[in-house]
């Protein structure tokens, strides 16, 4: 978004680059430009800050500020924010610079205009890799996220973090900060002061309770559901399955159903609630899936496939681990399959050093 003439040209050129969409003032629009105008920057930024997971504002500092101070509901909600001075000299990381990934968008930004990145936070300028920026780069959910402040402190004293993990180490490189450790030294290792654990399972063999639970997005549900259920009742049945079955929520990457269900509420609701996308496929292509599932004669009658969850599961995941399978709850069914190398979805540009 720009609100300047010398910012027009500046976020044409960073719209083109960074593939974002722009945003001018109805009076700065010219024939031919690609972006989308507004009249009113007081409503449309709100608007924008809400809606969006990444913004760049080519305007001063200030006016940001001023605009977006009453919207603000903390790292872990608000959107990453970057703002760009109109002669595209600096590219300031203003507001989650971790978690939301400004600090990374920043450089990007400033590597398109030839600019400077402006970043503030304090591990960063101390050369450590914080474990909200590790987070973000790994696409991994924080939980509670209030303990990332004090491990980042910890950071900051010299104290290291202990991340204890399943996947391969290679994965993360050589972190400043954070020493890598298997994940079943949980069971026997003296536990450490700081200790952050990578896993989607609620509980394992020796944690203690205060540890910071980083929870990779490698669970695919499928849902089958008859008409009308509500988003309540779905996220109360993913609930019940997951604690029954040891899953965290927060590892939850993606819901998925078939293709009939696009117009049902409470389905669409329960994954904006739980701010994951909703896969939805074909019947056709359910009835491809080869895997040896329960079947019901009424959705195969009603919906043309012998099962909704299992292969709905499989199909977003891409795999064919499942760890739970179909389980009936009145209305719902559901299932549970594992992305077993989430890893190797990430971009390997982030890989760490």
Not at 43 to 62: D, H, N, R, S, W
Request: aromatic letters at 6%; glycine letters at 8%.
């Amino acid at each position: 978004m720009a609100i300047t003439p010398r910012g027009r040209k500046l976020a044409l050129r960073l719209g083109k680059k960074l593939k974002f969409p722009v945003f001018l003032p109805e009076k700065l629009c010219q024939a031919g430009d690609e972006a989308e105008a507004f009249t009113v920057l007081k409503e449309t930024l709100p608007a924008l800050f809400q809606e969006k997971k990444q913004l760049v504002l080519i305007m001063a500092t200030g006016i940001a500020v001023r605009i977006l101070a009453p919207h603000l509901q903390g790292k872990s909600n608000d959107p990453a924010v970057v703002v760009v001075d109109d002669g595209g000299l600096f590219a300031i990381s203003l507001l989650s610079g971790h978690l939301g990934g400004a600090n990374m968008l920043a450089r990007r930004v400033a590597e398109c205009l030839g600019a400077v990145p402006v970043i503030t936070t304090a591990t960063d300028v101390a050369g450590l890799r914080a474990v909200d920026a590790l987070a973000y780069d790994f696409n991994l959910k924080p939980e509670p996220v209030e303990k990332i402040k004090e491990f980042n402190a910890a950071m900051l004293k010299g104290e290291t973090i202990f991340l204890y993990t399943d996947w391969p180490e290679s994965v993360f490189g050589k972190p400043a900060g954070i020493a890598i450790k298997p994940l079943f030294n949980l069971t026997w290792q003296k536990a450490k002061k700081y200790r952050a654990v990578l896993t989607h399972n609620l509980n394992l063999p020796g944690l203690v309770g205060n540890e910071l639970m980083l929870r990779p997005k490698n669970l695919f549900v499928g849902i089958g559901c008859r008409r009308g259920v509500t988003a309540a009742q779905i996220i109360g049945a993913l609930e019940t399955v997951f604690n029954g079955h040891n899953l965290a929520l927060g590892s939850i990457a993606k819901l998925a159903s078939i293709e009939e269900k696009k117009t049902e509420a409470g389905l669409l609701e329960a994954a904006q609630k739980l701010k994951v996308p909703l896969c939805l496929f074909p019947a056709a292509e359910l009835r491809e899936v080869k895997y040896s599932y329960e079947k019901s004669e009424f959705v195969e009658k009603t919906m043309g496939v012998g099962s909704v969850c299992v292969p709905a599961a499989i199909l977003a995941a891409r795999s064919s681990k499942v760890l739970v399978p179909k389980q009936k709850l009145k209305q719902i069914t559901i299932a549970v399959v594992e992305d077993e190398s989430p890893w190797l979805a990430l971009d390997p540009g982030i890989r760490l050093t």
